[in-house]
């Protein structure tokens, strides 16, 4: 069976001092062995600070979004490049909050993902449909038309990405999926990814969308839940270990 991957998004949160205070909680109350795999996806001034304080940790480092280019004239971008130059080992890629108030298009995350594989970073891939999508029961085709968009981009590549299915609705709202809603999309997005690769199995899909430290198990628990894409509870140390023994 694959490990399970838990993911903290910070967000455009943290300082220097807290980011420390951060680390150093998490640190000392993992226990001995951890089952699943952790990253912290930091903003990306903070990157070689978390970079060296994740030094020894078992912890990989992840970024929250990077630039559709490979280099040049394109002021304020990071490039994949750049982002591997400190260690990111995954970088998220069309989150909602980047789709809706910075205008990324479905096109514009596929070209990311794609940069990010040719990088060696594993594009965490996230799809999710509003509240709006979900009465108008526009759910499936909303998440299945976002993935379809970097399965024909990234082809034969496709096994070597994450999804992270983060229903927008659900984002910081304290209203969370239910362990039978998730399932039932992640299988919906398991199904897309098997017809257009053999290695489907290998790709992670999390769940993102106010997990907590109560709610996480069941989540977890579902058959297409690989893990979790974690925002507001990455920030508390207990909140993110308690997930992260939840996913061992
Ligand atoms: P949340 O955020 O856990 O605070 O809902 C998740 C995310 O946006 O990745």
């Known amino acids: 069976m694959k490990k399970k991957l838990i993911a903290g998004n910070w ?27 952790v990253t912290l996806c930091v903003p990306s001034v903070y990157l070689a600070q978390v970079q060296s304080l994740l030094t020894g940790s078992g912890f990989e480092l992840g970024a929250q979004d990077m630039s559709a280019y490979e280099g040049g004239a394109h002021t304020g971008e990071v490039s994949a490049a750049m982002l591997r130059d400190y260690g990111v080992r995954y970088c998220l890629v069309g989150h909602s909050e980047r789709r809706q108030h910075h205008g990324e298009t479905d096109a514009m995350v596929a ?10 970073i594993t594009p965490i891939v996230c799809v999710g449909e509003t509240l709006a999508e979900r009465e108008a029961g526009a759910t499936e085709a909303v998440v299945k038309r976002q993935l379809a968009a970097v399965i024909h981009v990234n082809g034969h590549c496709i096994s ?16 969370t999926a239910s362990a039978a809603q ?67």
């Not at 000392?28 to 795999?37: F, H, I, K, M």
């Not at 039932?184 to 997990?211: F, P, T």
């Open 160 to 175: 070597e990405i994450v999804v992270a299915y983060e229903p927008v609705w659900a984002i910081g709202t304290g209203k």
């Open 11 to 37: 967000k455009m949160n943290g300082c220097l001092s807290a980011n420390e205070a951060l680390i150093h909680a998490l640190r000392s109350g993992l226990p001995a062995t951890v089952a699943c795999q």
């Open 111 to 120: 070209l990311k993902a794609q940069r990010a594989l040719a990088c060696g």
């Open 182 to 248: 998730a399932q039932g999309v992640h299988a919906l997005l398991r199904a897309q990814l098997k017809a257009a690769s053999s290695q489907a199995d290998r790709v992670a899909i999390l769940y993102g969308g106010s997990m907590n430290a109560a709610n996480a198990a069941e989540l977890l628990a579902q058959p297409d839940v690989d893990g979790g894409l974690i925002g507001g509870a990455s920030l508390k140390a207990p909140d993110f270990l308690s997930i992260i023994a939840a996913a061992g």
